[in-house]
């Protein structure tokens, strides 16, 4: 018997700001697999269990190729031809196009590389700690703390000048709030395009100590490295963002938040991670008929992974729904799985590390400045789930 859902929730129940739509974790209970109806009328399904979701991602089978995306969970774009993914997009293509850019990149983002940034991670917090100390004793968090302290870091890496961060900070907040209408969306990645061709440019003319110079010296073209750098950018800001500011909003509601980041701080961020699952929705079209939990996906068929769900599963986490800071379970989804699992992960956990710890050690009476129920939550069309600010007050 297959489970059928109506339509992909767009609501998380009140009060419950962190836990994934009820109909999905209800859907999750009744079967890891569910049939799922699309607003354009395409019959697809829905993945909720953490097996099959881990399965689907390590199966080439299952396509993240763009054009073949032609349906949306949550809006119907009728009958429209989805074009191929620009070059060097690579998060929305298959090996072997994937790997010809993950592969220059890997060894730029590895363990090793990222705790060496440690340091420059700890005064980039510092820095805007002091910011947030002097003009407060209130905050907004999000524009105090959550979306610098990335933006720094990422536009670094990159070799991006952060005083440009204007001209594509808030045009890929623009790609990821959910909100943003079709006309002002295109507007906003033109701008961006625009600025990234700049930059590519004056990269090949002046080289400089930075992801992006290095990757000149190789035969990818300017359009290629362009398409990179906005896969990089609009992945490494967003989500780290809204980690850190969800994040504390959740922590702000766990009375051992300080003494379980002091004790084990690697443990904490992973199960902030796991119980907060931003990254929340992925989709992938099967590229031929593929037997999955006792039913047929047909090839071409659209499948909606519920990463967060997966998360929340009972039968791979003890009490899925509890935030439990020291929890010794590892392999969580946050970061996916597979060929496109996160390159940027090693560069957001020691972020995390870094900047959770130094916040509650700097503000320990630090508190919401408005009542839980008043924090503005992005909506479900959001790619990535969070919180549109966070207002936070202390005692001085
Ligand atoms: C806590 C913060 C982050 C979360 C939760 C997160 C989550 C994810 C997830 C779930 C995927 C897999 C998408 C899929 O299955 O199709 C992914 C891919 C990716 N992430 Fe992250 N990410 C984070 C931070 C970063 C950062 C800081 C960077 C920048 C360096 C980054 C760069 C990327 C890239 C380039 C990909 C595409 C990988 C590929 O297609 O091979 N992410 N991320």
């Not at 339509?7 to 209800?26: H, I, N, Q, S, Y």
């Not at 710890?357 to 129920?373: D, G, K, N, Q, S």
């Amino acid at each position: 018997m297959e489970h059928t859902l109506a339509a992909m929730p767009t609501e998380r129940r009140p009060g419950c700001p962190f836990d994934p739509p009820k109909e999905l974790v209800e859907a999750r209970a009744q079967s890891p697999i569910s049939r799922l109806a699309f607003p354009d009328g395409h019959q697809g399904w829905l993945v909720t269990g953490y097996d099959l979701v881990r399965s689907v991602l390590a199966d080439p089978r299952f396509s993240s190729r763009k054009e073949l995306m032609k349906h949306h969970p949550l809006v119907d774009f009728g009958d429209i031809e989805v074009p191929p993914a620009p070059p060097g997009e690579f998060l929305l293509m298959d090996d072997p196009q994937h790997a010809r850019y993950r592969k220059p990149l890997v060894g730029r983002f590895t363990v090793r590389r990222m705790r060496l940034l440690t340091e420059r991670v700890e005064q980039v917090t510092a820095e805007h700690l002091d910011a947030m100390a002097q003009a407060g004793p209130t905050a907004d968090l999000v524009t105090a703390f959550a979306k610098p302290v990335p933006a720094v870091m990422i536009c670094e890496l990159l070799g991006v000048p952060y005083e440009d961060r204007g001209r594509f900070q808030e045009n890929v907040d623009k790609f990821m709030n959910g909100e943003t209408g079709e006309e002002e969306l295109i507007a906003a990645y033109t701008a961006v395009q625009e600025y990234l061709a700049e930059l590519v440019a004056a990269k090949r003319a002046n080289p400089t100590d930075d992801v992006l110079s290095e990757l000149t010296d190789s035969d990818l073209t300017d359009e290629e490295l362009r398409g990179m750098a906005l896969i990089l950018l609009a992945a490494g800001l967003d989500t780290t963002t809204n980690m850190l500011a969800l994040g504390t909003f959740a922590l702000l509601r766990n009375p051992g938040r300080l003494a379980a980041l002091r004790a084990e701080p690697e443990r904490a961020v992973e199960e902030l991670l796991r119980y907060l699952s931003v990254a929340k929705t992925f989709q992938r079209t099967a590229l031929e008929d593929v037997e999955l939990g006792g039913h047929t996906i047909k090839a071409g068929t659209a499948v909606v992974l519920s990463y967060h769900t997966a998360n929340r599963d009972p039968e791979r986490f003890t009490d899925p729904h509890t935030l439990d800071l020291g929890r010794q379970e590892g392999g969580h989804l946050a970061f996916g799985h597979g060929i496109h699992q996160c390159l940027g992960q090693q560069l957001a956990r020691v972020e995390m590390r870094v900047a959770f710890t130094a916040l509650f050690e700097r503000f320990p009476t630090l508190r919401l400045a408005v009542p839980a129920e008043q924090v503005a939550l992005r909506p479900e069309t959001a790619d990535i789930y969070g919180v549109k600010s966070l207002p936070v007050t202390w005692l001085d």
